[in-house]
Each structure stands twice: as C-alpha cells, then as structure tokens.
C-alpha cells in the first residue's frame, strides 16, 4: 500500500463500492451503523476478559480482534469518504484539541473527563 | 502529518499517552470500549435522519460526525498499538478477503452477506 | 412468567448465573460490555434495510431481531441487578423527565434534541 | 406502574411518541440505532473503571449508569412495540435455549461461548 494508508484505502474501498453498485447501500446512515455493529462485535471479544488478560491475548483472540479494526476501519474510512472528511486532517485536530483540554499537569495519572479536571 | 498516517497517528498518541501516564487505563479491553462508545455517538448524529438527509448534512451536523470520527480514528490506532497490531496491513488483508468473498458478478447490486450469496 | 416480567427475569438470570458460577464474570463493566455488544448485532439486521423495509421485516430478519432483543433485555435486566438499580422505576423517572423535557407543544413533529427546542 | 412492567411501559410510549407525532420517526433502524447509541453512553460510565470499581461505583457513576439503562429499556420496549415482538416471551425463549446451550455440568465457572464447551 502506498504511503499514505488512509487514501490508498479510500481509493481502494471507493473502487470496491462501485464495482459492485453498493453506493446505493453506503449513505452515511447506514455506515454508521456498520461501523458501530464491527465496533460491537469488538467487544464480544474482550467483554469477558481481564484488563490483564486483554494485554495478553491468546493467538485465536487476538486474529479475532485484528479481523474486528479492520472491519472499523475500512467502514471508518469508507464513511470519512461518504462525508467528505480527511480523516487525518480531522484526528491530528482532535489531538490539538485534546491536548488543550489534558494539559499534562492536570491530567496526569488521571481519567478524569477534562470537564472534571 | 508524514506521509503514512497511521503510523505518525499511533506514535503521537503514544507519547500523549505516555505523558499523561494513561498507559495504565489503556488496556485493549478499555480501548475497545472507548472505541465503541465514540461509535456509539456517531450513531446519535444519523439517528433520525433519512439516508437522504445524511447525505446531505448541515453544517453542525458535519462538524459532529467530524469530531465523532476522529475520535473513533484516534481508539483504533491506539487499541492496534496496544495489540501489536499494523491496521493499515490488516485492512488491506480483510479489504482481499472481502474481494474473494464478494465477487462482483455474485455481489452487484445486493447487500446479502457472503454466506447468503 | 408471573406478572412482575422484570423481577422475575432478574430472579431468573439471577440463579442461571449462580448455578454456572458466573456471578465472577458479571461486573457491572463486563455486562456494560456484553449489553453494547449485542446492540450492536442488532444494527447489522437493519444497517442495509431502508428505513421501509425495517418496517416490514422479512420471517428471517424478524426472527434475527426478535433473538437480538431478547439478549439485549437479557443483558440490561442482569445489569440493573448488579448495579442494584430497579429498572421499571428508572424508565418511570426517565419518561416522567421526558414528558417535561419535550412538552408537546414544542416537541411535536420534529426530532430536536430538548435542548435545541 | 402496574404488574406487567414492560406492557405498561409499551403503552405509555406508545401515547408519549403518538401525542408527539414521533411515530414518523420511529422505524426500527432508527429505533435500533437510538438504542445502540444509549448502549455506548452507557460503556462511558465504565470505560476507565476496573471491574472492581464498576462493582462499587460512586453516587455520581451510579446515577448516570441509572439514567443510561432507563434510556436503554425505553427504546428496547418501543423498538419490541414497533416490530410486534413480545419482550417478555423472547427474553423467556432465549434464556430456556440458553439454559440448552450453556448446561450446568459444561458452563460452570468458564466463560467460553457454547460452541466451545
């Protein structure tokens, strides 16, 4: 995959689409949903599990868990595509933002919300 | 941001995590709930909406969505970290699974899943 | 099932759970977890369905939704008793909170968010 | 609230989102999605929680949870209502397949799913 991964996949996944006429399918309501329901299936993999034993997963756990983020990302991506986001644009934004609402000296240690902090 | 995104996105949330000591609370298993609970927020944005509305979305709305699929963005590279996981590689993989299990003649045109085409 | 649906489904769960030995695995977060996972199975019956078509649900797909349902209720039902919450009363509060938060007036017609009415 | 908790409950949404003219908006998808949605608010009340601390949650964690789970059983009741699912009989049909699937002598003090037992 080229350099940058997230519009190599956009292109990809854009292709992927067309090939098949599934733009019908991929309004941004329905790819949230897809996104949310891989984003379930997620858990399914940790909900039974330890905070210890998440760190250490099993191999057959953790092919389950690497199959679910690709699952979220590819539908991450194809939904930034459908909504006209630069994903990475919008992430190293929220990283801004977030690091004006944890300042290191309030939010060290913590998990606090910054609204508690 | 470099050229690869997920890459510089996983080291830069690295080093926010590590100095605001959050590595503690960042077990995959509270990842992924973090992750799913961002996804669970998107939700709320297209919830009442028609598909053809969210195609369409006002300005706030897309600033929402925006923000909601950053934080989405930013979970999932820190959960890939925290598993050792390359999710640009991972999705290209699921991305050549999907491309054998949907095959355009069987696939156009229809959302059935792989197992009911 | 007597009267009281949700008492007696607690009391049901309740000894499913003793009698396996699972009340270790029952932590409030673990059933937070396994409640959001099986929303999530249940977006996957409509995130494709037009909004029409989630009205008019196929034998198959109603069947799916029907057992989705029934996990989530489940799910919910062993969480409030964990958390010693009685559910009936905190849907009681929450609708009496709803009813002034959306007067009619306002509220009609329109899925504003009470704090934008 | 009368015995029959989740009937009264049906009723009583049923007049607030008919008074309201809501049942316009009220498709399953979108009720799915509105549930999905409360399900992730819910996992934010626990997310940086040990499982230790979810057991013992302070009076603010435990309102909130409180609020969440109620948002959770109004949708689930109203999205029962919509599709004509009786909650209380799918929940009793799964809990006895569930009692089938997960045999005392097999499921004690494990949390593997049935098709591994």
Redesign the interface.
């Known amino acids: 995959?080229p350099?940058?991964?997230?519009e190599a996949?956009r292109d990809?996944?854009r292709a992927?689409a067309r090939?098949?006429?599934?733009e019908?399918?991929h309004?941004?309501?329905?790819l949230?949903?897809?996104?949310?329901?891989?984003?379930?299936?997620?858990?399914?993999?940790?909900?039974?599990?330890?905070?210890?034993e998440?760190?250490a997963?099993p191999a057959a756990d953790?092919a389950a868990?690497?199959?679910e983020?690709?699952?979220?990302?590819?539908y991450?991506?194809r939904?930034?595509d459908?909504?006209g986001?630069d994903?990475?644009t919008?992430?190293?934004?929220?990283?801004a933002a977030?690091?004006i609402r944890?300042p290191?000296a309030k939010?060290?240690?913590t998990?606090r919300k910054y609204t508690e902090l």
């Open positions: 995959m350099p940058d991964d997230l996949l990809a996944l992927f090939e098949r006429d599934w019908q399918f309004s941004p309501k329905n949230a949903m897809a996104l949310a329901g891989e984003a379930g299936e997620l858990l399914a993999v940790f909900q039974w599990l330890t905070e210890a998440s760190r997963l953790l868990a690497r199959d983020l690709a699952d979220v990302l590819l991450l991506v939904l930034g459908a909504l986001v994903l990475a919008a992430a190293r934004d929220k990283l977030n690091a944890y290191v939010a060290r240690g998990h």
